[in-house]
């Protein structure tokens, strides 16, 4: 491309904000996109990355802030404007992309179709041949029986391809890819990656989100940094990924954390040999002890949330196996692991740990209904009184054991979900994200309790994205990166910049 079309922005955001009732997720976002181009947009859970994302794509709408759009103030209201004004999205969940049930031929053209451009009652015949023009524009020669297949048999890495091929039939100025190599293989990453360039060689304009840092390191033109919805870092080719994860991670790069009083266990509580936790992640082998806090660092797609719900029993691991006090561990779900003693704190509170409309003491008594029911009729004065415990205990805010959990602050409704758990006598707790939205006052009243657990004896394993809340819970940090640990020490042995480097791919003696 020559220089002079190189100064024009195929994409510009200035000022962009968007709230959520009291919840400020974008705090004034600008950046701009050149033609030719990729950047790549990273950040870490709770960024404001996927907000940003709808919005361009027109599921969301600003609050405040422009879209410019090759030069011209563009106005998204739903996702049929933003691709007429050039925004074409590929979005992370491909099977809310797809509808099963029909043909891939009628996938490839159910955006004509809604738009009435294909008729909606035709014959296969004569979709089939729309549907490989369609195809063609990713140079996809695919026969005629496999067009007319059910979309839902198509394999992940064809239905990527479809959903890239229909996105570009529009011919867009932007290209948005939210995650496109989550679920393939590396040789289906590579042939992916090939598109992508040929794209940017032709002149488009793609942005990139992925948490994949070498595939980010190897593709990306630009790279834009989003924390707590600002953005903290820009940078152009060559990348300083080391800088960027900092970036992503803390404003504050201090090097060594604050002393704790590291303990170290003995006993292994569970051992893991051969696991694997992603699809393109090499198998492993872990023991996780008694006493001892575990501080698992990973970012998002890292695979910390597959660990933890393996280990429970919520999941099934891709391979590999499991020992729980020395002797063969094979959850078929959860209720396995709690009655083993095997707790999981969920990532998502809101989703996996809490029903609406529900108290406080119906919260907390949920996983240990026996415990209050004896001969199957809930004991409610015994229910209050376990629910009394954990709000004295973990020092909650509300009006008592009857007051709807979803009615409480969001530091508040995670004391009570930790909480239950940690009045069960655990030998096992598994926490995953247990400090995201909530205050510091509450993220270090949790750390205190976390710590005083393995004082008594419990395995305790804290999973999280945040450098600074590992440090100043953990004895022990391991460092995930695409399902692989790539660092495993004791925290009297290592440092901020040791951690930072494992994360960034950085070579790390472990």
């Given at each position: 491309?020559?220089?002079?079309?190189?100064?024009?922005?195929?994409?510009?955001?200035?000022?962009?904000?968007?709230?959520?009732?009291?919840?400020?997720?974008?705090?004034?976002?600008?950046?701009?996109?050149?033609?030719?181009?990729?950047?790549?947009?990273?950040?870490?859970?709770?960024?404001?990355?996927?907000?940003?994302?709808?919005?361009?794509?027109?599921?969301?709408?600003?609050?405040?802030?422009?879209?410019?759009?090759?030069?011209?103030?563009?106005?998204?209201?739903?996702?049929?404007?933003?691709?007429?004004?050039?925004?074409?999205?590929?979005?992370?969940?491909?099977?809310?992309?797809?509808?099963?049930?029909?043909?891939?031929?009628?996938?490839?053209?159910?955006?004509?179709?809604?738009?009435?451009?294909?008729?909606?009652?035709?014959?296969?015949?004569?979709?089939?041949?729309?549907?490989?023009?369609?195809?063609?524009?990713?140079?996809?020669?695919?026969?005629?029986?496999?067009?007319?297949?059910?979309?839902?048999?198509?394999?992940?890495?064809?239905?990527q391809m479809l959903l890239l091929a229909r996105a570009l039939v529009e011919h867009p100025k932007v290209l948005v890819l939210d995650e496109p190599t989550s679920?393939?293989?590396?040789?289906?990453?590579?042939?992916?990656?090939?598109?992508?360039?040929?794209?940017?060689?032709?002149?488009?304009?793609?942005?990139?989100?992925?948490?994949?840092?070498?595939?980010?390191?190897?593709?990306?033109?630009?790279?834009?940094?989003?924390?707590d919805g600002r953005i903290e870092d820009r940078q152009e080719a060559p990348l300083d990924m080391q800088h960027a994860v900092r970036s992503m991670l803390s404003?504050?790069?201090?090097?060594?954390?604050?002393?704790?009083?590291?303990?170290?266990?003995?006993?292994?509580?569970?051992?893991?040999?051969?696991?694997?936790?992603?699809?393109?992640?090499?198998?492993?082998?872990?023991?996780?002890?008694?006493?001892?806090?575990?501080?698992?660092?990973?970012?998002?797609?890292?695979?910390?949330?597959?660990?933890?719900?393996?280990?429970?029993?919520?999941?099934?691991?891709?391979?590999?196996?499991?020992?729980?006090?020395?002797?063969?561990?094979?959850?078929?779900?959860?209720?396995?692991?709690?009655?083993?003693?095997?707790?999981?704190?969920?990532?998502?509170?809101?989703?996996?740990?809490?029903?609406?409309?529900?108290?406080v003491s119906q919260t907390v008594s949920l996983p240990f209904l026996s415990n209050v029911s004896p001969m199957g009729v809930i004991n409610l004065r015994k229910?209050?009184?376990?629910?009394?415990?954990?709000?004295?205990?973990?020092?909650?805010?509300?009006?008592?054991?009857?007051?709807?959990?979803?009615?409480?602050?969001?530091?508040?409704?995670?004391?009570?979900?930790?909480?239950?758990?940690?009045?069960?006598?655990?030998?096992?707790?598994?926490?995953?994200?247990?400090?995201?939205?909530?205050?510091?006052?509450?993220?270090?009243?949790?750390?205190?309790?976390?710590?005083?657990?393995?004082?008594?004896?419990?395995?305790?394993?804290?999973?999280?994205?945040?450098?600074?809340?590992?440090?100043?819970?953990?004895?022990?940090?391991?460092?995930?990166?695409?399902?692989?640990?790539?660092?495993?020490?004791?925290?009297?042995?290592?440092?901020?910049?040791?951690?930072?480097?494992?994360?960034?791919?950085?070579?790390?003696?472990?």
């Open positions: 491309m020559n220089d002079e079309v190189n100064q024009e922005y195929a994409l510009e955001l200035k000022d962009i904000t968007k709230s959520f009732g009291a919840n400020s997720v974008l705090k004034g976002v600008s950046l701009s996109l050149r033609p030719g181009r990729i950047m790549a947009f990273i950040g870490a859970n709770g960024a404001g990355k996927s907000t940003l994302i709808k919005i361009l794509a027109g599921v969301y709408q600003r609050d405040a802030g422009e879209i410019i759009i090759a030069g011209e103030v563009a106005d998204i209201r739903d996702p049929m404007s933003a691709a007429a004004q050039g925004i074409q999205t590929v979005h992370q969940r491909i099977d809310q992309s797809v509808v099963p049930g029909l043909t891939v031929a009628e996938n490839f053209l159910f955006e004509d179709i809604v738009k009435d451009l294909v008729p909606r009652v035709t014959s296969m015949r004569r979709l089939v041949p729309l549907a490989q023009k369609v195809a063609s524009t990713l140079d996809l020669d695919w026969s005629d029986r496999k067009m007319r297949t059910d979309v839902y048999d198509l394999g992940t890495a064809d239905t679920a393939l293989s590396q040789a289906e990453v590579e042939r992916l990656f090939d598109v992508i360039r040929r794209l940017r060689d032709e002149g488009m304009a793609i942005l990139y989100v992925s948490h994949h840092l070498a595939e980010i390191s190897s593709l990306a033109d630009d790279l834009v940094v989003l924390r404003r504050d790069v201090k090097t060594q954390a604050s002393a704790i009083d590291e303990q170290r266990g003995d006993k292994v509580a569970i051992k893991l040999h051969d696991v694997q936790l992603l699809q393109r992640s090499a198998p492993f082998d872990l023991e996780l002890r008694y006493g001892e806090v575990t501080g698992i660092i990973g970012l998002l797609g890292a695979g910390k949330s597959e660990l933890a719900r393996g280990i429970f029993g919520v999941d099934r691991f891709r391979a590999g196996t499991m020992s729980f006090n020395g002797e063969p561990y094979r959850p078929k779900n959860g209720s396995d692991g709690v009655q083993r003693g095997i707790y999981l704190v969920p990532e998502d509170r809101a989703r996996e740990a809490m029903l609406g409309g529900w108290s229910e209050r009184d376990k629910a009394q415990a954990v709000l004295d205990d973990f020092a909650v805010v509300s009006t008592g054991p009857d007051q709807r959990v979803d009615a409480l602050s969001g530091g508040n409704q995670q004391k009570v979900v930790v909480g239950r758990w940690m009045n069960g006598k655990p030998q096992v707790i598994l926490m995953d994200e247990p400090f995201r939205g909530v205050d510091i006052g509450a993220r270090y009243d949790l750390s205190d309790k976390a710590r005083q657990a393995a004082r008594d004896g419990a395995c305790v394993v804290v999973l999280a994205s945040d450098i600074e809340e590992i440090e100043e819970v953990a004895d022990r940090i391991l460092v995930l990166v695409d399902g692989q640990i790539v660092l495993d020490r004791y925290t009297s042995e290592t440092d901020r910049n040791a951690i930072v480097s494992s994360m960034s791919k950085e070579d790390v003696n472990v």
